[in-house]
């Protein structure tokens, strides 16, 4: 067993657990009850190591997720999503709206769902990814690290808009949606409506190129409504339709 690397088995002969096979009198049965033990645990490695890789701060799914309060998003429009051909078309996922309102929740549910069933996701916030490539700058490393946000079958940015980019740095995002275009997932929340992104790019021409491809193939939530980590602690006048400081 050991030479031919199949740990799981080991592990169950050597924990004397081996009377899970007793049952089996049938030889033909007992093998293949004895490789689907194997296969079982070798899945459940990937997984745990494609969980690890895509990075997650948090685990959300769409069950803790009340739509209930969350009026503005259809459950099943999410739920339709969660079966993840989005994916196979390579189209994007755009959470707009207020602080705590569920973007970041539901952009981690898509992507635990996808990493569940074996896509390899990426999650960063876009700051993280800005400074990433901004750096990789100094040591000459910019297309590999440019390269690597490619590769994944999922890229999540998070947070776009709390930080304005620069000249370099909006170049940058533009490269990256430019690089996922048709090719890649991309899931981006912001809190920031897109009316506000020229002004968080620094660059007209560039913001109109990142959302002509950000949008071409895309679903766009605009979520609405009292922040979730408020809730029941106090009701802000925009939550009674008041003027929201920054409308979502
Ligand atoms: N409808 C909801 N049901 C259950 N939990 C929710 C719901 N909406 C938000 N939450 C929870 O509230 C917290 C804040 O939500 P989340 O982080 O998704 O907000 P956000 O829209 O990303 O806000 P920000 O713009 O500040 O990043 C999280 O712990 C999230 O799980
Ligand atoms: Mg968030």
Not at 71 to 81: A, C, F, G, M, Y
Not at 147 to 168: C, P, Q, V, W
Request: proline residues 4%; glycine residues 6%.
């Amino acid at each position: 067993m050991k030479r031919l690397k199949l740990r799981r088995i080991r592990e169950i002969l050597e924990s004397g657990e081996e009377e899970v096979f007793s049952g089996y009198s049938d030889p033909v049965e007992l093998i293949f009850q004895v490789a689907q033990r194997e296969v079982l645990a070798r899945e459940e490695t990937q997984r745990q190591r494609r969980f690890h890789r895509a990075r997650f701060p948090d685990i959300k799914t769409l069950d803790d997720f009340d739509f209930s309060v969350q009026k503005s998003v259809e459950e099943s429009t999410l739920q339709e999503l969660a079966q993840l051909d989005f994916i196979d078309r390579a189209e994007n996922v755009v959470f707009l709206g207020p602080p705590g309102v569920g973007k970041t929740h539901l952009a981690i549910a898509l992507g635990v769902a996808a990493a569940d069933r074996g896509h390899d996701v990426l999650f960063c916030r876009a700051e993280e990814l800005v400074d990433d490539l901004y750096a990789s700058l100094a040591d000459g490393t910019f297309k590999r690290v440019l390269g690597r946000y490619g590769k994944h079958d999922l890229l999540i940015i998070d947070e776009l808009g709390f930080l304005d980019l620069d000249r370099t740095a909006s170049n940058h995002f533009f490269q990256v949606i430019n690089q996922a275009y048709e090719q890649q997932s991309v899931i981006l929340t912001s809190n920031r409506p897109f009316q506000e992104w020229a002004a968080l790019f620094d660059d007209a021409v560039v913001v109109s190129a990142i959302l002509d491809r950000l949008l071409h193939h895309a679903h766009l939530f605009n979520l609405k409504g009292q922040s979730y980590r408020l809730k029941d602690k106090f009701d802000p006048p925009w939550a009674q339709g008041g003027e929201h400081p920054n409308p979502g």
